[in-house]
């Protein structure tokens, strides 16, 4: 089959052998997959990953224990815990240290025609919601992530730095929970979609007092944390969501005298995701900035790793 694989270096292979399901996964024929972030930090080394990338996609079941199943356009989890550690039967299987992760660690991802997930993974993708909206539903279950781990009142003041993707998803969770956030950015372009769905900005550079309550760090970039420390006000929070391959050295001691929370945040709910999209309350497709065929897979990371884009979609099917 067709698959972009990371071996060390980036290719696409049109021989690569078909996945073959156990019990209790599902075979699954990828329609659209999303290029992320994290891709690109794995090809840098992070993880030390090998094998099929991808992990944010919308398929149809091909295959899979449950008849019911078969023909269904679903979304799919990405954690593949064990199911019998101590952490799985206390319902942190996305923290199982056995786990194998779609595309990002021990398993094959879902840039290829076929991908293979537990059945439990998946989730259906309502009539209403298209593929191309579906394709984000990783990405912003992530971003729901936040109001599962924070309780932010409506009258705080919530800042998110990093006006890339994952920021813009953050930033329309957060509203669409009744925060008004305002986003941190350097581009002007991706500052004004921003507004344009309703959301305040403010240059990076512009907003430098410590007078945030809530910090959300999306910038995928080392100098963020340093950011969030710089304008969380004493007793604050930081939430952190960047996963980068750089190591950072930042002085923690500002967080010690500031009585600073730090909460690192991942993945997130599916459910939520998916009725938000339904319900029309968080706009995705502003985000789609070009979309490759599978075989132009390595020309569509480049653009991906472009400072200017936003999501780069792979069209499988
Ligand atoms: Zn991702
Ligand atoms: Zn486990």
Known sequence: MKALVFDGKLRFLDDYPQPRRSRGEVLIRVALAGICKTDIEIIKGYMGFTGILGHEFVGTVVESDNPNLTGRRVVGEINCPCGNCDLCRQGLGKHCPNRTVLGIHGRDGAFAELTVL???NLHIVPDGVSNEEAVFVEPLAAAFQILEQVNIERDMKVAVIGDGKLGILVAQAL?????????????VSKMKLLRNLGIATCLS????????????????SPGGLEKAVQIVKPCGTIVLKSTIAARQSLDLSALVVNEISLIGSRCGPFRRALDALKRGEVAVRPLIWKTFDLAD?????????????????????
């Open 118 to 120: 537990p059945e439990q």
């Open 175 to 187: 509203s669409s929970a009744g925060c008004s956030p305002i986003v941190l950015g350097h581009h």
């Open 205 to 220: 550079e512009a907003c430098d007092m410590a007078n945030f309550d809530f910090v959300v760090e999306c910038s995928g």
């Open 297 to 317: 897979g390595v020309r569509a990371v480049e653009e991906a790793t472009s400072p200017k884009a936003l999501k780069v979609l792979l069209k499988i099917e």
